[in-house]
């Protein structure tokens, strides 16, 4: 079983019940991946803009899966506006 961190920054001026509507689609993209834990950080300031903004909310989850994440998932996180940054590391 292979565990996995994704962390997602989301824009700050995304309402609560659209960002969970969000998580819930990042979880869909995940195929067969169990969520272990989610875990919200709340809204940060970033270092330097990014897409011309200052602040975001940040989101932790906790994965595990057989197979892996979907090839696909990166392509559906880049295409998601609310979405500024991403990343996804393998924990073992």
Request: proline share 2%.
């Given at each position: 079983m292979r565990t996995y961190e994704v962390v997602l920054v989301f824009r700050a001026n995304t309402t609560k019940t659209a960002q969970e509507k969000l998580l819930e689609?990042?979880?869909?993209?995940?195929?067969?991946?169990?969520?272990?834990?989610?875990?919200?950080?709340?809204?940060?300031?970033?270092?330097?803009?990014?897409?011309?903004?200052?602040?975001?909310?940040?989101?932790i989850l906790d994965i595990e899966s057989e197979k892996g994440i979907p090839t696909d998932f990166e392509k559906r996180v880049f295409?998601?506006?609310?979405?500024?940054?991403?990343?996804?590391?393998?924990?073992n």
């Open positions: 689609s990042v979880k869909k993209w995940l195929g067969d991946a169990k969520v272990k834990k989610t875990e919200e950080l709340g809204k940060k300031t970033f270092a330097y803009p990014i897409k011309k903004e200052t602040e975001g909310n940040y989101v295409i998601e506006e609310s979405i500024l940054r991403h990343l996804v590391l393998k924990t």
